[in-house]
């Protein structure tokens, strides 16, 4: 069975290898520091779960999500970020997030929220997006 692709974008290195090591071997990890190597990896990867850090210098989690909802609209975006800010969740999921995960996180919850994407869709319960507050 292949293992699903999953595109890790933070201009944090540690964070990037902490994500990285979370979800390998399950899954098959590339990463990027900024958008625009993202979203170079996106067109060209077509990864099916993107982590994306909200606040990046250059380009802000929330441009990169808009342009890849473009260029690869089936992709599921969870956004990481540092900022507790409701707004900021009710923002990305409005543009198109289907997750919102605060740091830290739990590193189980992110593993069952990435297994929850993943999984076939239409399972009964399963809610369309969640947003959740470990820190």
């Known amino acids: 069975m292949k293992h699903p ?3 890790v974008v933070d201009d944090d290195d540690e964070m990037r290898r902490l994500l990285s090591g979370l979800l390998a071997p399950a899954c098959e990890v590339l990463d990027a520091s900024n958008g ?3 979203l170079c990896l996106l067109q060209r990867a077509r990864p ?3 982590l994306l850090d909200l606040s990046m210098p250059d ?3 929330l441009e990169v999500l808009s342009a890849a909802l473009r260029l690869a609209p089936a992709v599921q975006v969870v956004m990481l970020t540092g900022d507790t800010d409701v ?3 009710v ?3 409005n543009k198109g997030a289907c997750a919102y995960v605060t740091k830290p996180f739990d590193p189980a919850y992110l593993r069952e ?3 929850r994407l993943l999984a076939p869709r239409g399972r009964p319960g399963e809610a369309p997006w969640q947003v959740r507050d470990d820190g």
């Open 36 to 38: 625009i190597d993202a």
């Open 113 to 115: 929220e990435v297994a």
């Open 59 to 61: 380009m802000d989690g």
């Open 48 to 50: 099916r779960l993107m």
């Open 91 to 93: 923002t990305a999921l």
């Open 5 to 7: 692709r999953i595109l």
């Open 87 to 89: 707004n900021s969740a």
